[in-house]
């Protein structure tokens, strides 16, 4: 437990987690070229990249099955950056201790499965990482916002999770502008990422909206230079 608390300690200095608002860009490794992972992500963290997102998907929660912990353990050797893993898995709670064994610095379960979001976001903290809490397109906003005290991350999708690729939804920067409104509402210490469509062309109207943080697969892995694909979207959003 010690060495986990100490790694996620770790990355939140090197993240500078308490400096409101400073934009975050997080690849997507669910688009990225599994053949040759390790120097894919190199080139993204040589480019800037601030997180590195882990799609854990059960076939079950959602259609498609992506890895696990085995998987998670082989990246956290790739790289220095955290590890952001969003868990699009039915009963989380059951492998929690797996992923931050296996070098999760955030895990993010989602609001649909989980039955209390806050002892969830509790039960991720006391394994010495940050929690997150993840919501679908159409779910009610009001569980998440409720839960808000004790979350490190929110994540709004913005596509219908399961699949990578997908247009960014139409009504999205709504909810996030909701989102945001609650958080600066109540001073809560939380980033608000998005997820689902995100690129140069809708990632400023989700910046203006208010999230902070930005998960990016398609359109910096299946780019032809995909380091200079996340630095126009980074540029895209103008400056923190």
């Known amino acids: 437990m010690s060495g986990q608390k100490s790694r996620a300690s770790a990355s939140v200095a090197a ?17 990225a070229d599994f053949a040759r992972l390790e120097e894919e992500i190199a080139r993204v963290e040589a480019a800037g990249a601030d997180f590195v997102h882990l799609d854990v998907m059960d076939g079950r929660f959602v259609p498609s099955i992506t890895f696990g912990p085995i998987v ?21 709670l059951r492998h929690l201790e797996a992923f ?3 070098g999760a610095d955030h895990v993010t379960v989602h609001v649909e499965a989980v039955s209390d979001p806050a002892p969830a976001a509790q039960a991720i903290r ?18 998440l916002l409720a839960a ?27 909810r996030i502008a909701a989102v945001r409104a609650a958080i600066d509402e109540g001073a809560h210490d939380c980033l608000l990422e998005v997820d689902g469509g995100i690129g140069p062309s809708t990632v400023a109207a989700a910046a203006q909206a208010g999230a902070d943080t930005f998960v990016a697969g ?3 892995f299946r780019a032809t230079d995909a380091a200079a694909a996340l630095r126009a979207i980074r540029a895209a959003v103008g400056p923190p």
């Open 218 to 220: 398609h359109s910096i």
């Open 72 to 92: 998670v353990e082989a990246i956290r050797r790739m790289t220095r950056l955290p590890l952001d893993v969003h868990l699009m898995i039915a009963e989380p």
């Open 15 to 31: 993240t500078g987690w308490s400096r409101p608002r400073r934009i975050r860009i997080c690849p997507s490794i669910l688009s």
């Open 100 to 102: 931050a064994n296996a």
């Open 148 to 174: 808000l005290p004790h979350l490190d991350i929110v994540l709004v999708m913005t596509v219908e999770p399961g699949a990578g690729g997908q247009a960014f939804l139409e009504g999205s920067n709504r």
């Open 126 to 143: 006391e394994r010495g990482i940050r929690a997150g809490l993840a919501i679908k397109p159409n779910t009610s906003l009001e569980p």
